[in-house]
């Protein structure tokens, strides 16, 4: 997840324009394509939310053929191979269809699926990026989530744009 410095992971009329950073931080690392293009390799299945889904159908698809879980109640259609929809139990879907099948599962975007998989103990990892911005409003990636998580720092990554990367392990109890 991308989310301002106040937690924020879209602004109020929904936009995330302020994704793009214009701030230089000179020890930073730099996030070249390639880098990019070799970690999406790792990638076996993403999970997504439906408003996640049609953004990225708006801003162009980003995930090839790569196999896409878009979790929705609405009756959506695609015309897409790779991506199938589903709605029901997220610990069925996550420990009876995904984990045996795929070793790299990624959930993509929308804070209220995130807090889902905390709460449900299904997420591993949490990832965020902070972009070096105060939005001041918008939609919040954790409001509420309503228990406490104890986290392992796994790794921190600061890029020359500004953007601050924290790699977190969920501990399990």
């Keep these: 997840m991308v989310s301002s410095l106040d937690g924020f992971i879209a602004k109020k009329d929904g936009s995330v324009s302020w994704l793009q950073s214009t701030d230089h931080y000179e020890k930073g690392t730099t996030l070249s394509e ?46 897409r191979g790779s991506v199938q929809f589903y709605s029901g139990d997220l610990d069925k879907l996550v420990n009876e269809r995904l984990k045996p099948n795929y070793k790299n599962i990624w959930l993509v975007g929308g804070a209220r699926l995130a807090k889902d998989f905390i709460r449900l103990k299904l997420a591993d990892d949490i990832i965020i990026a902070i972009m070096p911005v105060i939005l001041g409003g918008g939609t919040l990636f954790f409001d509420y989530i309503g228990q406490e998580e104890l986290l392992h720092l796994k790794d921190v990554t600061a890029y020359k744009d500004g953007m601050v990367e924290l790699w977190y392990e969920v501990k399990k109890e």
């Design 34 to 79: 390639e880098v990019v293009a070799e970690f999406l390799k790792t990638i076996d299945c993403y999970v997504m939310g439906s408003r996640t889904y049609e953004h990225a159908l708006e801003l162009g698809w980003p995930y090839g053929d790569v196999p896409v879980i878009v979790l929705t109640n609405r009756g959506l259609t695609t015309e």
